[in-house]
């Protein structure tokens, strides 16, 4: 099976589209994963950009995300609101759309509504829209995903498992039987260490942080390892530490505690020897 790595422009927003895809191909990335920002002159620099890559390499990764901005409004207007953006996003042809999807205090049955509606956009559209494992939505916790896939057995997912360690204040020691029902569902791997308190550690380099790294190392592998029996050719991985002050960072300065775009890169490298 091939694996695909993608840049996240998360950490990248005050790049021109020039020079962000400039810096993605010098990496050796195989593609991009973007939130789109809401600058039509970012967007048309960067499509532009993609089309003159895809011309070199038309297997270039474009995925796109969709995130409904929280408001105060009701399961409808959400669902409308929904619609409206992934539809925009959709008509980018990208490789496929990874959804911040729902609300964790939204009912079982409003959740329900929001993933059965992107479904039928997925149908109407074309384009394989994924859902990510994610604090704030509807994925936010290992356990509680389980009854959504007795409704959406076809439903799959952006497997971002730092979520559910922050979560359950946990490395999930005793959600194992849990993971191995969830890890089947996993078409895109989100590449970050998490540990019990947090999302992302503060230097994944830094050696008090190894065995929070081989257990996740431990957890991708059996999503591939999955995936080669499902008979998968190609899984794509996005390396995602992000930029603070999701990354911790010092008190009154704000430093960083260490370089996102070079984690990243790392990241990439280090996958690229140790994964199957």
């Known amino acids: 099976m091939q694996i695909k790595y993608c840049c996240t422009f998360w950490g990248c927003e005050n790049e021109s589209a020039h020079n962000f895809f400039n810096k993605v191909i010098t990496a050796g990335y195989d593609g991009i994963e973007i939130n789109l920002p809401s ?42 609101r929904m619609e409206k953006n992934i539809q925009n996003l959709a008509a980018y042809n990208p490789s496929f759309i990874n959804s911040l999807t729902g609300k964790d205090y939204y009912t079982f049955d409003e959740n329900c509504r929001v993933i ?68 089947p569902h996993v078409s895109h791997i989100h590449a970050r260490v998490g540990f019990e308190q947090g999302p992302q550690v503060n230097d994944p380099e830094a050696p008090e942080w190894l065995n929070h790294s081989e257990i996740f190392l431990i957890w991708w592998n059996k999503i591939l390892q999955d995936k080669i029996l499902q008979g998968y050719k190609k899984f794509t991985i996005t390396p995602e530490y992000g930029p ?29 020897k140790l994964i199957i």
Request: glycine share 2%; charged share 25%; hydrophobic share 40%.
């Open 39 to 80: 600058n039509n002159i970012f967007i048309k620099g960067l499509i532009n950009k993609l089309d003159i890559e895809r011309t070199r390499d038309e297997k270039f990764i474009f995925i796109l995300q969709h995130l409904t901005e929280p408001e105060a409004d009701n399961i409808a207007v959400y669902i409308r």
């Open 116 to 183: 059965e509606a992107v479904l039928n956009l997925s149908i109407k559209t074309g384009i394989k829209i994924m859902h990510e494992t994610h604090r704030g939505r509807f994925s936010f916790h290992a356990a509680s995903l389980i009854k959504y896939w007795e409704k959406f057995p076809e439903m799959e997912l952006v497997g971002d498992f730092s979520h559910f360690c922050t979560v359950s204040e946990s490395m999930l020691q005793n959600q194992e039987h849990i993971l191995n029902k969830i890890i």
């Open 244 to 272: 603070a002050p999701y990354m911790p960072s010092l008190p009154i300065n704000k430093k960083p505690l260490s370089n996102q775009w070079n984690n990243n890169l790392k990241m990439m490298v280090d996958l690229k």
